[in-house]
């Protein structure tokens, strides 16, 4: 028999977030997050869900209202807020090629957050970690986004002292938008750079941190194959993939 994959403690940090229940009693919540989280990690349709987590019509409908609603990246905000930004981040970005069924019907109303560039149909995750790894920002878009041009919309707010990245965010543009900031800078310079900064090599060693971030974030499946439609629910199910891998209490 399958277990819950979310631990109690973690469980009940999140509970406090969650809407409160109605006239009737709603089914165990613990074991509906955790339906939710095997969908994601197992990238299978609602339908096949474990009768363990309860009836997969029910596990899916509380999803779809609380991803509508936002509630998952509120939750992972909320615990982002307490993850030290203090000293030295990472920001980074990845590619997440479109499943066929993620583009398959038109949708002229809403922006799915996926683009074209040279790997074909792509969404881009950028993503923005502390010293130790924990992911406190990220957004999406569609792949053909420039990393500069939603850099800055990323640390926007963040009281940071220092940026590490690679060179694609090496451009002199950002460079004095982050020393106007009092931010110190950590990018090696490009190939055809005219102007030199300084780099401190050491320093930008521990950039592989935010790499190791990206592919726990990309193990499970529905992430991975980027198939879902709506960008509100791709949203939903890196959030809770955050929370579940990042904030565990245990």
């Known amino acids: 028999m399958e277990t819950p994959l979310i631990n109690r ?4 940090r999140i509970r406090r977030h969650l809407p409160a229940q109605k006239s009737r009693r709603r089914f165990n919540d613990r074991l509906v997050i955790s339906g939710m989280l095997w969908i994601i990690l197992s990238g299978s349709a609602w339908r096949q869900l474990p009768e363990i987590y309860g009836k997969w019509k029910t596990v899916y409908s509380r999803f779809r209202r609380w991803s509508k609603s936002g509630l998952w990246e509120k939750i992972f905000k909320i615990f982002a807020k307490r993850v030290n930004k203090r000293n ?4 980074d970005s990845t590619y997440l090629k479109a499943h066929r069924t ?13 683009g074209t560039s040279k790997g074909g149909k792509t969404t881009k995750l950028h993503l923005l970690c502390n010293e130790e790894g924990i992911p406190f920002n990220f957004l999406l ?12 919309n990323l640390l926007a707010s963040f009281p940071i002292q220092g940026l590490i990245a690679d060179k694609a965010y090496g451009s002199k543009t950002l460079r004095e938008e982050l020393g106007r900031r009092g ?6 310079l490009k190939i055809n750079a005219k102007t030199t900064y300084p780099f401190d090599k050491k320093l930008y060693k521990i950039r592989h941190k935010i790499e190791n971030v990206f592919a726990r974030i ?5 992430i991975a194959l980027r ?8 949203i939903s199910f890196i959030s809770l993939t955050i929370i579940q891998k990042f904030f565990n209490a245990d």
């Open 218 to 222: 990309k193990d499970p499946k529905s």
């Open 227 to 234: 198939m879902c439609r709506c960008a509100h629910t791709f």
């Open 88 to 91: 030295n981040c990472m920001i």
């Open 183 to 188: 931010i110190k800078v950590c990018i090696p």
């Open 141 to 152: 878009t569609g792949g053909e986004v420039s990393d500069i041009k939603e850099a800055i």
């Open 9 to 12: 403690k973690l469980y009940n």
């Open 102 to 114: 993620a583009s398959s019907c038109a949708c002229k109303d809403k922006d799915r957050k996926i």
